[in-house]
């Protein structure tokens, strides 16, 4: 008994030692995506920050490919030490094992904190017989196959998103997968594809010059920007939310203590003023999940997800 | 006239000024170490001018992107190695005009075409881009299908006297160009499994392995102990006679067109321009077979061809918002920074900054005349003196640093090792390596816009040929096929 006490009194005593002293070296973030992405300048800015909030230096990794899941698979080799962590965004966790055979899982992680969130959109011509997010689900649903939407890439999360409410309406639209929401936008802007479907902030100029009509955003709540747009929850379509978010990670097993201290900085950095002007030029809002809350996130998203990519003959 | 003076006064301030000038130093330096890359250096740098002048973020941006993609030539004459993926053309003759010890020479054309080609560029994006930009979204997937056709074609022009080893080469390239993921269904091909090879081989790393290993080997087989000396190195002054500058005149003119057309479209890149317009010179030259073995036409060609892309990039981020390469996608990002919002208001709500920024990719396109002409080029030329036993090791050193630090992963080197044995055979048994490299560029490039096409006609094969644009571009295809045949037959019935 008396060397159980010691003992577990010692263990209290190295889990606040090893807080206390946290951080004692600088820490490394992977990023899964190459240079000069979205999901890079959001985790190099936030970086900078999280450096004067935590007293360390931060040393940034890019490891690209395969979508983010070739980043995710190094950075799961690493030791939950809380000296690495991992950037990413919503997709190598939740979309990509959907369709590849990755080595990781949505519980191969301990879940740190959400940071910031963005809707897609589905944007038409001026022209097209609709002005509304229901009179626009109801014109794809009396013509199948007859309109085509641009996307980021087959099994992207954008695709997923679409898919989503596509699949709740019984809407059967023509994928034409592109390299991301600039080309997409391209294609859309040129008359080659019918449907915008993509990020917000690339759109936006043209729903202001009146060349796109933004009629639906894959988040539950409307979006400020595009007032024509109709929620996800106004078309009784709530439970279908699809949206881009970012994350901080750590590999599974590391100490509860280091993991709420991260937690609580992160809390403080993404909500700092300059960080919020930051994330509004990208039509991103701060939304911090942390802990179990986040676990539950990734996990609903991905059953979700499953569900959609079985659907759509994705799923492996 | 109250924009003109806004613009310069804008431009012409210390800050600015002073970002250009370092940028573009800095920008040299990047191009010709290999593997780092113009894009890698304004990502981690464009962070640290959130909180300056826009037009000091902007000025550095410009700077690093001019400068480097003349720096990318340096490597590129004196080792073969292209600096970026861009300068892959100028090692044709570039290098073979560093052996015959016309290195500084070589430099030297190449300082004046890259200056000459972003100036081109520059004065484009100002005047007709805005123009241009809304016609190039008529530029479907079909249409990039037949710009990829259209640069397969001019293997022919790539390939020199043994046809068939070059089709076999760029058969090989159009292989390699289908492993990772398919774009298209999410299929993995060719991966056996394996996680690193899901987003397909990396360009940089097959280039630098192909172009690069196989003259390190060369120069590790030679073994020599001693440098050229001091007094051997040809530095200067490097003599470009008057007539011979007037003789480049036409080839600046079709490279810097050709550049510009290619950097308009979003998604095709300098690396496509200066293949582009060396196939363009070799083709317009009265003397097509000394190209490739030392032609000064052939790197004011393709420099000329790389550095007209820059500038033109820009064009549909800036009047469209549309960006067509990562560095494009940069500037937008640094826009939004600072509060604009890129598209077609763009230039309308703030004249000053979007002048500002065009005014900046003319100056850093002179300013290459300056760092590269008078600097840079004295100080890597001597790169030549140093003995083999150190060049090798230091050359090898600088290619692995390079490779690893764009994705990060080891298994990078073993490719990069792996292309660069195979070129090193491929060159004792003759086989070209630049059809091995348009395959790899361009099959993808081709297979994903023609199933896209597809997808969008519902199957329709004939509307890969009856959009307008795509017929011309489809018949301009068949005449490079054609000409170049019908030619010859005419040639041997006038000399029979």
Redesign the interface.
Known sequence: MKTLLIGASALALSATAALAEYPERAIEVTIPA????GT??SA??LA?LLEEELGTSIAI???????G???V??FMMDKPTGYSLLATWNSPITTVPQ?????YDVDSFTPIASTSETAYTMCVSPDFPAETGEAFLAELAAKPGKY?YGND???GTMQMAAERIFQARGIEA?A????GA??T???F?????DIYGGSI??V???T??GEAKCLIVTSAAPVEALPQAAGLEELDLGAEETLLWRMVLAPAGLDQAIADRLAAALETTVNDPSYVE?LA??GEVPNVVTGEALAERLRNEYDALAKVAANLG?GQ | MDIVTQVLSGVFAVGPVAAMIGASILGVFIGALPGLNPVMAIALLLPLTYSMEPLVALGMVAGIYNGSMYGGAIPAILLRIPGTPAAIATTFDGYPMAQRGEASRALKIACWSSALGGTASAIALMTIGPILARATLAFGPAEYFWIAMFGMASIGVLVGTDAIKGLMAATLGLLLGTVGLDQLSGTPRFTFDQVWLLSGLDLIVILVGLYALPPVIALAEAADLKGLSAAQLKLEPAKVPWSEVRSFVPTWIRSSLIGIGVGILPGAGGNIAAFLSYNAAKSASDDPDSFGKGNPAGVAAAECGNNADNAASMIPALTLGIPGNVIAALVLGALLIHGLQPGPQLFHQNPGLVGGFMVQMLLTSLLILAVGGAAATKVFAQVQRLPGVLLVPTILVLMAVGVYVINGRVVDLWIMFAAGLAGYVFEKVNVPLAPIVLGLILGPMAEQNVRRALLISRGDVTELVTRPISAVIALATLGLIVYPVASAIMRRRRAA
Do not use: C, M, W
């Open positions: 190459p240079a000069g992405g890079d300048t190099r800015k900078t990794l890019n490891v690209a490919g395969g979508g899941s070739v980043g698979t190094q369709v590849q055979n990755v080595a085509t890439g087959i099994g023509v034409i997968p592109f390299g600039g080309e936008l391209q294609n802007l040129g008359g080659h594809v902030s690339p936006l100029p043209y202001e010059s930051f030029t990208k994705l």
